[in-house]
């Protein structure tokens, strides 16, 4: 499940690993990460880093659009990471392995 031209991307939400496949999530016949047993997230177009955030199951829709919508009233733009940070919304690690998984889903497109 490694070639980078298959239809359908996942991502593991324990380890962060990225697979590829022919298949989707619902006729695929591994839905566990092969490295860690994890659960899988399909995603079809590179997520933002709140929809990874989300996801992961760190943060929650309501605390994404609040801090969505302090970015937009700002007068200077503030990535959404550190606002998220700044709020107590996520911790460090989280952020950083879904800025990893950005990475990685970017990187691979």
């Known amino acids: 499940?490694?070639?980078?031209?298959?239809?359908?991307?996942?991502?593991?939400?324990?380890?962060?690993?990225?697979?590829?496949?022919a298949s989707s999530l619902d006729t695929l016949?591994?839905?566990?990460?092969?490295?860690?047993?994890?659960e899988l997230i399909e995603f079809t177009t590179t997520p933002k880093l709140g929809e990874i955030l989300v996801a992961l199951g760190v943060l929650n829709t309501a605390r994404l659009q609040i801090s969505l919508n302090l970015q937009k009233s700002l007068k200077k733009?503030?990535?959404?990471?550190?606002?998220?940070?700044?709020?107590?919304?996520?911790?460090?690690?989280?952020?950083?392995?879904?800025?990893?998984?950005?990475?990685?889903?970017?990187?691979q497109s």
């Not at 016949?29 to 994890?38: I, L």
């Not at 733009?77 to 970017?106: C, T």
């Open 1 to 21: 499940m490694e070639s980078e031209e298959m239809a359908y991307r996942y991502i593991c939400k324990q380890c962060g690993s990225v697979w590829y496949s």
């Open 29 to 38: 016949y591994k839905k566990n990460c092969e490295k860690c047993g994890g």
């Open 77 to 107: 733009k503030i990535q959404i990471g550190k606002i998220l940070l700044r709020l107590g919304f996520v911790g460090r690690e989280d952020l950083l392995k879904a800025l990893e998984i950005q990475r990685k889903l970017s990187f």
